[in-house]
């Protein structure tokens, strides 16, 4: 297949014009982007398309849902197009990312997420050359997987994280190397790529999963958080995992009194707790400190180096394709595309 490349436009600051209350996400931006890319520009492109995915959202106002809709927009043109970009707020960027990356495992095509920090619409922007780059990432045939591409970092969707409200190079990879660089060339490092998947790859629209805003919850500890805040969250109604952000090597403050306690009446009752480390780099080591190892006795997942948007989308889907008990712990415990060593 030629290079044919699908843009799907979410929303997002790229997308956005001004209005009385500040940017808002707006229709229109296939014909803002052509009329700023010269007819010389175009023809060194690959062929593009355009879609707006109804409602447009500015990104903080995401729900798991939405990862539903976006997944299905895909995955219905999947045959249709060698690439896909989305366009994307960049507030949830590394979620959306994380979590497509779970649901399009296997894939053999690239899906490129990104945005910008400042409009098209404006004079002075990121999002024409956060675009270019990305629509010639996405017509590259030995990238297979869901990247972030942002200010010329090339960095794999479930390690991303987005790291300044106020630079450019507004995401890292805190935990895992970038997979490339837009330079004066786009280098990728294949040692570091996933391997193709089967060139048949195609996930029936039935398949993808659907998701329940309330089955996941993510709590950091704070000095001082008492039993009955964790209490409020473990004994909600319709909770099934549940992320913690412990300290360091994975640490509780298990000293609080009922805190453990109410952690163990929540596994007993079949919640899956998942523990991260609050660290920007590093492993949970659970056990290394007799705090943590507490969290071993009563059954805790540790979660590797997994980011907390990764872990949240992983146990999402996850949960979303219906993997419950031992099926879950299982899956959460090993990487599945890259997303923790
Ligand atoms: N609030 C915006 C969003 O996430 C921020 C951005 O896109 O940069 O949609």
Redesign the pocket.
């Known amino acids: 297949m030629t290079s044919r490349i699908l843009i799907l436009h979410t929303?997002?600051?790229?997308g956005?014009v001004p209005s009385d209350q500040g940017?808002v996400?707006a229709a229109g931006f296939r014909d803002r982007l052509l009329a700023q890319l010269p007819t010389s520009a175009t023809a060194q492109l690959p062929a593009f398309e355009f879609l707006d995915l109804e409602p447009l959202?500015?990104?903080?106002?995401?729900v798991p849902a939405d990862w539903h809709r976006i997944a299905q927009a895909l995955i219905s043109r999947w045959q249709d197009y060698s690439g896909f970009i989305l366009l994307?707020?960049?507030?949830?960027?590394a979620y959306t990312a994380s979590a497509l990356s779970f649901m399009l495992q296997g894939c053999n095509k690239p899906v490129v997420v990104t945005?910008?920090?400042i409009p098209l619409s404006q004079l002075r922007n990121d999002a024409l050359d956060n675009l270019i780059t990305s629509l010639l990432l996405a017509s590259r045939t030995d990238l297979n997987e869901v990247v972030i591409c942002f200010n010329g970092r090339i960095l794999r969707g479930n390690r991303a994280r987005k790291v300044s409200s106020a630079h450019l190079a507004?995401f890292d990879s805190p935990n895992f190397p970038w997979l490339g660089e837009a330079g004066i060339d786009i280098a990728l490092k294949p040692e570091l790529l996933l391997p193709a998947g089967k060139a048949e790859f195609a996930l029936p629209d039935a398949q993808v999963p659907t998701f329940d805003a309330d089955a996941v919850a993510l709590l950091q500890f704070y000095p001082g958080i008492s039993a009955s805040v964790m209490s409020a969250l473990t004994e909600r109604e319709g909770l099934k995992g549940l992320i913690l952000l412990s300290y360091g090597a994975g640490n509780p403050p298990e000293a609080t009194p009922g805190l453990i306690e109410a952690l163990e009446k929540a596994a007993a009752r079949g919640i899956t707790l998942l523990n991260l480390t609050q660290c920007q780099q590093g492993a949970v080591s659970q056990g290394t400190y007799a705090t943590g190892a507490t969290l071993n006795r009563i059954g805790v997942i540790p979660g590797s180096d997994l980011t907390p948007e990764a872990a949240f989308a992983k146990l999402h889907v996850l949960l979303g394709k219906g993997l419950s008990g031992e099926a879950l712990h299982e899956a959460l415990r090993q990487p599945l595309c890259g997303e923790s060593h």
């Open positions: 929303g997002g600051t790229i956005m940017y996400p959202i500015d990104s903080s106002n995401l994307h707020g960049t507030d949830t960027m945005g910008s920090q507004a």
